[in-house]
């Protein structure tokens, strides 16, 4: 399994758009330095420039937070008895493979 770095995906993101530091800088409105620190892991981007940053540089903010192989359930079309099931069903089964360890 690879070691997340935020930093380094960033830079690699910006490296395949070939854009500099102050390229980014100017797009997403803040000073060098700011791109420099997110890339080193100094500084944390809010979410509106992680948002701004998935638009440049054409990705998804999961995988910037290196969570795109992450699986989910969405429920938002379901009605709360039947939420309430698939959540009941999961919690199952995770108990089942946990205890067959």
Known sequence: ??????GLRLQRLRKA?????????ARLDVGRSTISGYERNTITPSL?????MAVLYQTSVDYMLGLENRTCIYLDD?????QRTVL???????????DNR
């Open 88 to 98: 009941d069903i999961v919690k199952r089964l995770k108990q089942e493979f946990t």
């Open 48 to 52: 509106e420039q992680l948002v701004r």
């Open 78 to 82: 379901l009605n709360e008895r039947q």
């Open 17 to 25: 758009r070939r854009l500099s530091q102050t390229d980014v800088a």
């Open 1 to 6: 399994m690879e070691i997340y770095d935020f």
